[in-house]
């Protein structure tokens, strides 16, 4: 990955934007990908969509959403201690002894999640916590210590920032799905100065964490011909997974299209042909009827639209750090890139009859 692409990747990654407040990783797309789109509008909601070659018939509409898993104030006791609700799928038993920033209106106040020290436990036994007994410790003297600096609805989140690793590995708290947001921006680097046939919307959506919310309001304004979208996706290939449940899917070995019941079988064949033609690596994953993506709310607008599934392989999904292969997100850009510019919006690849 080129010094240039590495710098926004990093920059968007540490910027906190648990769903509902995604509005500081907006604007840092907003502003990266103004010089290489036409148009850039946003909804009530919160998503931001950069067009470029806008008023074709044939549109596609690539999204990736900006929000990630966090949690938010529920309650202060007496002593000072926080105590929170999940924003997004979050198992806490990962939570103990790790790090949290609260996102307040003053700025950011660092803590860490409690944890009963081993020694105090019975038996030497770990109790698994309820989300309900996870609090937060900003090393507060009492209540009294910080009721006017932090307050309930404050959002949290937890984890670490980016951090390279070996062999162009890297780790990072919210991969899911900042590199999303990442990828559909290099495309529109990639796309600006190529001969278009199509309309290109690329969207950085909102709350996909909690309800996949965003992607349907913003597609059913935009009306795309077809959609893909773009997200992490657990890889398989760290110990005690079992691939027959879960299929084979590998860090650095390429992108990973979705096959299946819900996705377009002709853009799944698109993908793989392009995929192939440009000797890009791929993998294949499958789906049984539910993406689990922004690709399910597309599908459902006005009278549908197909859709299909680009994913980058993620060890740790829905952790404090996430683990990656900056190549394979590099091939993602490649692959998803080359496949807008083979549309010909004279053929239309996507007639089942």
């Known amino acids: 990955m080129d010094k240039i692409r590495h710098q926004f990747l990093v920059k968007l990654i540490n910027e906190p934007g648990p769903s509902g407040f995604e509005d500081n990783v907006q ?12 148009e850039i509008t946003t909804d009530s909601n919160g ?24 949690l938010i104030v529920n309650y202060i006791d007496e002593n ?18 790790k790090r949290a920033r609260i996102l307040t209106g003053s700025g950011i106040i660092e803590g860490i999640f409690g944890q009963k020290s081993l020694h105090l436990e019975e038996g030497y036994k770990r109790k698994i916590p309820k989300m309900s007994e996870v609090y937060i410790d900003v090393g507060a003297k009492n209540k009294k210590d910080i009721e006017k600096l932090i307050s ?49 919307h690329a969207v950085s959506t909102v709350q996909e964490e909690t309800g996949i919310f965003g992607a349907g309001i913003i597609a059913y304004r935009l009306k795309p011909t077809m959609g893909i979208a773009i997200d992490a ?24 299209i979705r096959r299946g019941v819900k996705t377009s079988n002709r853009i799944a064949e698109k993908l793989i042909e392009v995929a192939k033609s440009k000797k890009i690596k791929y993998q294949i994953d499958i789906d049984t009827g539910n993406f689990g993506t922004d690709s399910d709310a597309i599908s459902k607008v006005r009278s549908g639209v197909p859709v ?19 190549n394979d997100l590099d091939n993602c850009i490649k692959l998803l890139s080359e496949a807008i510019l083979s549309i010909d919006k004279n053929k239309n690849f996507l007639d089942r009859i």
């Open 233 to 256: 996706m657990p890889a398989t290939d760290s110990p005690g997974i079992s691939k027959t449940e879960f299929g084979d899917i590998k860090l650095n070995n390429g992108p990973v």
């Open 152 to 200: 309930v609805g404050d959002p949290i989140i937890f984890g670490e920032n980016y951090r390279d690793l070996m062999n162009g590995y890297a780790s990072a708290r919210c991969f899911d799905n900042r590199i999303g947001v990442f990828i559909i921006t290099e495309v529109l680097k990639t796309l600006k100065n190529r001969k278009l046939n199509i309309t290109v």
């Open 27 to 38: 604007n840092i797309y907003r502003n990266e990908v103004k010089p290489y789109c036409d």
């Open 80 to 97: 000072g201690f926080i105590y929170v609700k999940s924003i997004g799928g979050i198992d806490p038993s990962i939570l103990g002894s």
């Open 308 to 326: 299909g599934g680009l994913e980058v392989p993620t060890r740790y999904l829905h952790s404090s750090e996430e683990l990656l292969s900056l």
């Open 47 to 70: 998503n931001v969509v950069a067009t470029l070659n806008p008023g074709k018939d044939f549109s596609i509409m690539i999204s990736g959403h900006a929000d990630e898993i966090g």
